[in-house]
């Protein structure tokens, strides 16, 4: 059983060695679960790819019949908050209290707009019976560009199938990163952070990050097929 | 072999440091983790095993008189759920590599302890969401639920089966994310990459897997699930989906799947034949290679299994190709695992004995699966029983075969106990027997014609006398498995005491207590040696290696 | 071989053969590699083993004997790599010329007809010696036609035509087995083949059958109104299917595709996924509207006029386009 010859810091975890051991593994290990999400995603993205280059002319119009403006406001928003997540991480580096907590704070709204905007997106599709479904409809819906030619409705519900699973899943992600916000941000306000230990605040911003760059991804292929049509 | 002469004194270890249910179900003790993965994967083993009895007995008639077709479909596909997903992915990494990973290292633990607890929460909220699931109707579709049948025409619990799966998938990425982080930054001073135990390099292999391909099978279900539910019509022809994007999209994932299955028994191999021939394993940077080249490779062979799918042409030249580039590691390891005999000092201790028919019947397995990338002979066996015996002698004669020796091998330090070695000689040639003589008549089966999935074949009666020989074998082979579960739980409370280290063997596990104290060891241990040092530990130079402190 | 204990299915078409000789090599192969395995592992565990006061040999490696048992099992595998693709090749492609049998799956029977039209379930008599050529498609889910005998297998899927020949060597009844799995009854969806010789076949063909294929096709075509477009002239509103089949065709988006049976399909069942260059997407679908078998004969009628280039597409009665033109009729779910 290890004696304590000496103190440390009551945030080393006993089977570390070091803090500089913990530290890096706690990141590794985001590192490597970013990896699996990346992966989790990917299958969606290969699918949409596929149907994408088959029924490019379907999944045009489809795209053109979701919002674009609000697509493009939500992809502004969290690149935003991705920037309040940054200045929250350095303002745990030097010290800041007030302007870390405000930062998560902000991060949070940014986050919960995002969810709201969305919100009104899927209302939207849910009036125009657009949701895949039992009362789905797509009919005499043109092709961008292709005047008398219209959308297959059944290729247009696969368009609107993977686009609700894909973005319903980045919500569910932005939902779960703002449980892990709370939560940094409970520790934030009890004084847990300093600048010798924030590993959580960063580990916290990583998956912050890749919840965005996911959506920086979903934004131009989902909303903005053909646009220039 | 084995030295158990030590007074039983009472020390303290990481079995009597703590009492009480609370104790385990709330522990982060690795070992303590390793030990309720073991309780709970060997139930689902008898679960699938149970399975496995009921498809034998309706098979060893041609008619199917003992249950119903609905129902022989749900036996044999709750058998491959049960057996794939609930016992073969976490068998090794989560009971032997749990318990070894951070020892074998120089590690007081892995890197996120209640990251491991939770795997093992996930595993049994998955698995009781699974046997629910079967007791309130179970699945039809086969392990593999290919679309449309399951997305359109099943009205069995897909969704139910799906979510457990995807549930127990977590826990699998949870084990491999540890792992890697383990591995990558908790090594003792001076335990360089060239220094570790193959059963280290095996383990990191499998993670990579288990990391990159599980969120695929991920996505794949939660895709069914969905279709299922909304009528949507991403697989479904009629709307404009592709049944073969399910199939792509499936394999991408088991096929790696099956290297998570093997890769930990070869690890479990390579422990186990040094020690037993007391030398180092030939040629270890190629064994070390052979993993990770299995693991990058087996991510790209997966559509043979789709050779009659429908695909074109030229994709299945293209997967055939790689698929032989994919054998050849395999077969360097079993030239390195025999080269270690020549010249060794063999001694044939149950562990050995097992890895013995490990050599023999992987070889046989893998050389099988040559016939099966080869693309004339696959149009004929796929899908017939020839696949089958293929992958059972690899699972089975493979991966089982290698748990079963690792278990006997680290017996000792989990309990602190030997466990009877006649027993395990017995139960190591009935295993052997019984499992060629279930599974040897099923290549020719496959050759002769029968297909998979069959619950009857009144209409083939040339069938039959292969199938009974099959079932008889399966008979030997289920008592084979029960001697161990027998005699395991005699010795934990009458078993010789075990010594710290009753094999000589080499590797830091081995330096600990038998069984270990709940942080391994007493100090940091400071490796100075290289791996499989036996010509060291058998001159006595250092009798066993010292840690240093 | 013996009566009720086979180790061998009959072999009984122009592909057995090659895919027998084949397996035997690698029966061959594969022996040699576990003798040699099995005989070193019991050699080294018998001479080497534990003797007192005998240490064991610490030997490294050696990188020429990990090289040499690398490369030369490399080339084994891409021996037997080459010749099996060969096989498959010849598998995958059948022979021009091969007469063709419409096979229809579903749950849980093989549907099958002949191009000169007669109708089995479950059994496929063909004369011996002829190529056959099947184009198959599922009702429902995925099968698979497997006769052991000729080393045949491929997967019958829904929503498209899979190709798959052979060549029967022997007269003789074979078993014809579904090999994907399909549901409660999937191991009752077995049939025959059986193989006669000519002067038998034609006997068994002339027992009767509702007209070639393309005949009914013809019916079809004209039922639907399908004659009122696709006219034998340039006046109609959709292209002219004379000695269209086989040949290739300039969509409008620029892509050059082969007219081949998954796209006449394809052109009934989802019209607008392709549209030829220089016409409008006005064809509706006809999904749900045509069965799988109504669609076969319509797909041999557009082989008949590509053949012949006698046929026409006129119909006996001429009906006037009602709201057929204008829109392409989305079709919902089934």
């Not at chain 2, 199938?467 to 395991?488: D, E, H, K, Q």
Request: neutral net charge.
């Amino acid at each position: 059983m290890a004696a304590h010859t000496e103190s440390h810091n009551p945030a080393l975890l006993h089977h570390f060695a070091t803090e500089e051991q913990q530290r890096n593994s706690a990141s590794f290990g985001m590192w490597i679960f970013l990896a699996t999400e990346v992966m989790f995603f990917g299958g969606l993205f290969c699918a949409y790819l596929i149907y994408r280059r088959w029924y490019f002319g379907d999944f045009a119009a489809a795209s053109t019949s979701i919002n674009a403006k609000l697509g493009g406001a939500n992809t502004a928003v969290l690149i935003c908050s991705s920037l309040t997540v940054v200045l929250a991480i350095w303002a745990a580096q030097t010290s800041r209290r007030a302007l870390l907590i405000g930062m998560l704070i902000l991060t949070m709204l940014f986050g919960l707009t995002f969810l709201g905007i969305k919100g009104i997106e899927y209302a939207d599709k849910f009036h125009e019976h657009h949701v895949p479904g039992a009362s789905f409809s797509f009919d005499h819906e043109e092709i961008p560009g292709n005047p008398g030619h219209y959308a297959n409705p059944n290729h247009a519900q696969i368009f609107f199938a993977l686009y609700f699973i894909m973005t319903g899943l980045h919500a569910l992600h932005m939902v779960i990163g703002l449980g892990i916000f709370t939560w940094l941000l409970w520790a934030a306000w009890k004084g847990r952070f300093t600048p010798e230990y924030h590993t959580p605040l960063e580990i916290g911003g990583l998956y912050w990050h890749f919840v965005d760059i996911v959506w920086i991804y979903l934004f131009p292929l989902l909303y903005l097929i053909d646009r220039h049509t | 072999m084995a030295t158990g002469n030590i007074p039983p004194v009472e020390r303290e270890d990481y079995l009597n440091k703590h009492y009480g249910v609370g104790s385990w179900l709330f522990t982060t003790d690795h070992k303590r983790i390793a030990l309720l993965y073991l309780i709970s994967i060997t139930f689902f083993f008898f679960i699938g095993g149970f399975f496995a009895l009921l498809i034998r007995l309706e098979l060893l008639t041609p008619a199917s008189d003992l249950v119903q077709a609905d129902t022989y479909n749900k036996f044999f596909t709750q058998h491959g759920m049960v057996m794939v997903f609930f016992f073969l992915i976490p068998s090794i990494p989560a009971t032997l590599g749990n318990f070894l990973v951070p020892m074998m290292i120089g590690a007081k633990d892995l890197a996120f302890p209640k990251i491991n607890l939770l795997s093992w929460y996930l595993y049994i909220i998955g698995g009781i969401m699974m046997l629910h699931c079967m007791v309130t109707g179970g699945v039809d579709t086969g392990w593999t639920f290919y679309t449309p049948f399951s997305t359109a025409f099943t009205n069995t619990k897909i969704v139910e089966a799906g979510l457990a799966i995807f549930i127990a998938g977590f826990s699998s990425i949870l084990t491999g994310l540890n792992f890697v982080v383990t591995i990558h930054r908790m090594r003792a001073p001076g335990m360089t990459w060239t220094r570790l135990p193959l059963f280290i390099w095996a383990h990191y292999a499998t993670s990579i897997i288990q990391i990159l391909g599980t969120p695929v099978v991920a996505i794949t279900i939660v895709l069914v699930a969905a279709e299922r539910a909304l009528h949507l019509g991403i697989f479904d022809p009629k709307l404009g989906g592709d049944p073969l994007l399910f199939q792509h999209l499936f394999w991408f994932y088991s096929h790696p799947a099956v290297y998570i299955m093997i890769l930990p028994s070869m690890g479990v191999v390579s422990e186990i034949i040094s020690c037993f021939s007391r030398k180092r394993i030939f040629g270890y940077s190629f064994v070390a290679l052979s993993s990770i080249s299995i693991a990058v490779f087996g991510f790209l062979v997966w559509a043979h299994h789709m050779f009659v799918a429908g695909m074109s042409v030229y994709a299945a030249l293209i997967f055939s190709l790689l698929s032989y580039s994919v054998a050849v590691p395999s077969a360097v390891k079993v030239f390195n695992w025999t080269a270690t005999l020549y010249k060794g000092s063999i001694h044939y201790d149950a562990p050995m004995l097992y890895a013995f028919g490990f050599l023999g019947l992987f070889t046989i397995g893998g050389l099988t699966g040559l016939f099966l990338a080869a693309l004339g002979i696959d149009v004929h066996v796929t899908d017939t029983y020839f696949v089958v015996a293929h992958f059972h002698y690899i699972m089975v004669g493979g991966a089982l075969m290698g748990y079963l020796g690792g278990m006997h091998f680290w017996w000792p330090k989990i309990s602190g106990r030997l466990y009877p070695e006649g027993w395990a000689r017995l139960a190591a040639l009935i295993v052997f027997i019984g499992f060629n003589l279930t599974f040897f008549p099923q290549f020719i089966l496959g050759y002769l014609g029968m297909p998979r999935r069959y619950a009857d074949y009144s209409h083939m009666p040339e069938f039959q006398i292969l199938n009974v020989f099959s079932t008889a074998g399966a008979t030997v082979l289920g008592v084979g498995y029960l001697l161990p579960m027998v005699y395991f739980l005699w010795s934990m409370r009458y078993g010789k005491p075990a010594s710290d280290n009753p094999w000589n063997a080499a590797g830091l596990e081995w330096q600990t207590q038998s069984p270990p104290t709940t942080f391994n060891f007493p100090e940091e241990p400071v490796v100075t040696w290289e791996a499989y040092n036996y010509d060291e530990i058998d001159k006595g130079q250092k009798e066993v290696p010292q840690v240093v402190g | 071989m013996f009566d009720n204990f086979p180790l061998w299915p009959d072999r009984a078409s122009s592909m057995a053969g090659k895919v027998d000789a084949l397996y035997i090599f690698l029966i061959i192969v594969s022996g040699m590699m576990t003798l040699l395995i099995f005989t070193a592992v019991v050699y080294f565990a018998a001479r080497y083993r534990y003797r007192k006061g005998v240490p064991a040999e610490q030997i490294e490696g050696s990188t020429p004997l990990e090289l040499t048992w690398t490369v030369i099992p490399m080339g084994v595998f891409m021996v037997i790599f080459i010749w099996s693709a060969v096989v498959y090749f010849k598998m995958r492609t059948p022979p021009r010329d091969a007469t063709e049998v419409y096979v229809v799956a579903k749950q849980w029977m093989w549907k099958l007809e002949h191009a000169e039209g007669q109708r089995e379930i479950n059994e496929l008599h063909v004369p011996v010696d002829r190529d056959v050529k099947l184009i198959m498609t599922s009702q429902d889910v995925i099968h698979s036609f497997y006769v052991p005998a000729f080393r045949m297998k491929q997967d019958v899927l829904p929503g498209r035509y899979t190709v798959a020949w052979f060549r029967a060597t022997k007269p003789g009844t074979y078993h014809l087995f579904c090999a994907e799995y399909c549901g409660t009854q999937h191991s009752g969806m077995i049939g025959s083949i059986v193989v006669m010789e000519p002067a038998q076949f034609e006997a068994w063909m002339s027992g009767g059958s509702g007209g070639p294929l393309s005949a009914t096709g013809e019916k079809i075509f004209a039922e639907l109104g399908c004659a009122t477009c696709h006219r034998a002239d340039t006046q109609g509103r959709g292209p002219n299917l004379q000695g269209v089949f086989g040949k290739p065709v300039q969509l409008e988006d620029g892509r050059m595709i082969t007219a081949d049976e998954n796209y006449v399909r394809e052109s009934i069942l989802d019209p607008g996924s392709k549209i030829v260059k220089g016409f409008k997407p006005v064809m509706p679908t006809f999904q749900g509207l045509v069965s799988e078998e109504q669609v076969n004969a319509l797909v041999a009628y557009v082989k008949s006029v590509s053949q012949s280039g006698a046929a026409t597409g006129k119909s006996a009665a001429a009906t006037e386009p009602e709201g057929v033109s204008g829109k392409a009729q989305g079709s919902k779910v089934q």
